[in-house]
């Protein structure tokens, strides 16, 4: 028997408190750099959460800001929503970029990414139990505080909760049109440095070895690497060399973004980048860095999960649909786990990371609605017919 699911329009009267409480979390500004503030906006979500009837933790981060974790309901089958405290606006952007309504969008330092979601996610607690519809399994919302910077600190965390629950929810903003997110890639940062050996340029440079020359080797053997129709891409983005022009530089460091769909060209470029090789006789290589998030791949269970979520859609009135990024999120780090995961359930925008940041307000009586019929009606076990 189906469970009952709450419509569309059910949320369009809560669109007024859920821009209320959108505010309320952007006038609080919290890079993640300033551990003080991205703890102040934790407090009031906490807070919010305990009146909401949670259970509430607060684990402490002397890195970061504390990463607070809210939990409803007991038993098995639970269900678990990751979003994120931090953003990536310093303090004081607010004062050139207040929250503001204009037309169909609303504006401000992190509204989309994710306050908005933090927002949605509340939103749909308060309204599930005033309809009395929460469902009878536990729901958990983690609200972390370093995801803009990678995730360390609240990696360990993440993945112990995913494991302990039956699906993942990541309210990360949707894609264009509403589309959830069934890949996104994996992304790898390295430090390249090459010593090779100063000396005058006009002299004697037959007695050097040009660190700049062999960083221009690996480079190019870097992007030999590269596989557009893999989704694989390398990025050589910062390099940094030599002292003087009439110096034969010494050293020469290249930081270098890479990113993959899959693991198996995640294994292909570990390979690869193990087996990279000096050109110049005398240099040499050293290579650091790593896997900052693994691939959220598009494979069958990620495909079973979505069709599950498409058929929850259908029956209030959402066509869902699907695609992917070259961005990460703290889905990529549950993916290996082998836990079923949505991403890109927030709501939809524009702008995200810039002074143009905007939600789209018609989306959030969609997005949640959306979010209360996964919640309630999600099947018990692995994905399956809805």
């Known amino acids: 028997m189906q469970a009952p699911v709450l419509p569309v329009n059910r949320f369009r009267s809560e669109q007024e408190s859920l821009l209320n409480l959108c505010r309320s979390l952007v006038e609080i500004e919290s890079p993640t750099t300033h551990k003080h503030a991205v703890d102040r906006v934790g407090a009031a979500v906490g807070a919010h959460c305990e009146v909401l009837g949670a259970s509430v933790t607060q684990h402490t981060s002397q890195d970061t800001g504390d990463h607070w974790e809210a939990s409803w309901g007991h038993g098995d089958d639970g269900i678990l929503m990751l979003t994120h405290l931090d953003t990536v606006h310093e303090l004081g952007a607010l004062e050139r970029n207040p929250w503001r309504l204009e037309g169909s969008r609303a504006f401000g330092p992190g509204a989309l990414d994710m306050k908005a979601s933090i927002a949605l996610a509340l939103t749909v607690m308060r309204v599930l139990q005033e309809e009395a519809s929460l469902p009878p399994r536990p729901i958990t919302l983690l609200c972390t505080a370093d995801e803009e910077t990678g995730s360390e600190s609240s990696r360990a965390l993440i993945e112990e909760r995913a494991a302990q629950h039956a699906l993942v929810l990541c309210l990360e903003p949707g894609l264009p049109g509403g589309a959830l ?21 006009g002299v004697e440079p037959e007695q050097g070895i040009n660190a700049v020359l062999e960083m221009a080797n690996q480079i190019l053997a870097l992007e030999r690497l590269a596989d557009l129709e893999a989704g694989t891409t390398i990025n050589v983005g910062v390099i940094k060399g030599g002292s003087r022009s009439n110096v034969v530089p010494e050293h020469c460091q290249a930081e270098v973004d890479i990113r993959v769909k899959t693991e198996a060209e ?74 079923p995961v949505l991403d890109g359930l927030g709501p939809l925008g524009a702008g995200a990371h810039t002074d143009q940041e905007y939600i789209e307000l018609d989306s959030l009586a969609e997005r949640t609605a959306l979010l209360a019929a996964l919640l309630t009606g999600w099947p018990a076990g692995p994905p399956g017919p809805a």
């Not at 997110?181 to 340029?201: D, E, Y």
């Not at 294994?267 to 040499?284: N, P, Q, Y």
């Open 181 to 201: 997110k069934t890949f996104r890639k994996g992304i790898g940062v390295f430090s390249l440095n090459v010593t090779g050996r100063p000396a005058h340029a």
């Open 266 to 339: 995640r294994r292909r470029i570990d390979a690869s980048l193990s087996a990279l090789a000096t050109v110049l006789s005398g240099a040499e290589l050293e290579l650091s860095g790593g896997w900052n998030r693994p691939p959220l791949e598009r494979n069958a269970r990620m495909m079973q999960t979505f069709e599950q979520a498409r058929s929850l859609a259908a029956r209030i009135g959402l066509d869902l649909k699907e695609g992917g990024t070259g961005g990460g999120s703290d889905a990529n780090l549950v993916a290996p786990l082998g836990v």
